[in-house]
């Protein structure tokens, strides 16, 4: 870590394969933009956790979030997909704090998938600790 990547929005899907602990994970980034919302149920086979990282400094657009979220997990391919929650940009003054995001997100009335929020902070990589919240990945700290 301790570098400063810059990076630009998603445009389609990235793919990678990352080892945590042993554990080979195929990793999908898949872009945000409206445009892309329809074609993310083709990545969805097979999948057993979603990971999703919120801008903890977009107060306005959480709630699109969340309704994405909602279909996201309605979604008959990840009935049994686990949640990760990585609420970004926690080192910017004035941003939402986890439980913010917790409730506008409505996280605790996800009763039908294992889920975690984790604070962190993508520049510094603080807060990376909870990608072990993961299923295989060594911590098995997820809320039910």
Avoid at 4 to 24: A, D
Wanted: hydrophobic share 35%; charged share 20%.
């Amino acid at each position: 870590m301790n570098e400063v990547v810059h990076t630009s929005p998603t445009i389609g899907s990235n793919v990678e394969e990352i080892v945590v602990n042993n554990t080979h994970f195929l990793m999908w980034d898949i872009g945000g933009q409206e445009s892309l919302r329809s074609s993310w149920n083709t990545y969805y086979t097979n999948t057993e956790f979603v990971i999703v990282v919120v801008d903890s400094t977009d107060r306005e657009r959480i709630y699109v979030t969340r309704e994405e979220l909602c279909k996201m997990l309605a979604h008959e391919d990840l009935k049994k997909a686990g949640l990760l929650v990585f609420a970004n940009k926690q080192d910017v003054k004035g941003c939402m704090s986890v439980a913010e995001i917790s409730q506008s997100l409505q996280l605790t009335s996800i009763k039908d998938h294992q889920w975690h929020i984790q604070a962190c902070c993508a520049l510094t990589g603080e807060g990376y600790e909870g990608s072990e919240a993961v299923p295989g990945a060594g911590v098995d700290d997820v809320k039910t």
